[in-house]
């Protein structure tokens, strides 16, 4: 029942932080790094709720794996999900990436060209065309 409850409460702060980050990117507030000590104390509760969130960040994890490190690195980062942490991939290769996600968003140029799930996307001719050259 602990590890219950505990897995409930970490979706609520993960839920309540991302809105907190999303809120705060719209208002242009996430390139300041004095969130600490002094200030608005909201800010402080926006960095404290997104400091427990459970979080793994990936950059190009799939970049020069063989074919068939790939498939177990997907299958050991599905089994990371279902504990319930959260999982941000920074990838090139969108076909390897949809294999996991939930959810894309592709970025050209510094804006999101595509925002949904990896079979909207293989399916966009357009973004594909754009992702590939």
């Known amino acids: 029942m602990a590890g219950a409850r505990a897995g409930a409460h970490g979706h609520r702060l993960r839920a309540r932080g991302l809105r907190h980050l999303s809120r705060s990117h719209r208002r242009g507030e996430l390139p300041d790094h004095r969130l600490a000590r002094q200030g608005d104390p909201d800010r402080r509760a926006r960095r404290d709720d ?18 068939v490190i790939v498939t177990r690195f997907i299958e050991a980062v599905r089994a990371i999900k279902a504990l319930g942490v959260s999982v941000l991939i920074a990838e090139s290769h969108v076909q390897n990436a949809g294999r996991i996600a939930d959810r894309l968003y592709a970025i050209d140029r510094g804006e999101i060209i595509f925002a949904g799930r990896p079979a909207q996307l293989t399916g966009n001719a357009e973004v594909m065309k754009t992702l590939h050259g």
Do not use: K, S, T, Y
């Open 50 to 67: 997104l400091r427990h969130l459970p979080l793994l960040l990936l950059d190009e994890p799939f970049e020069g794996l063989a074919p």
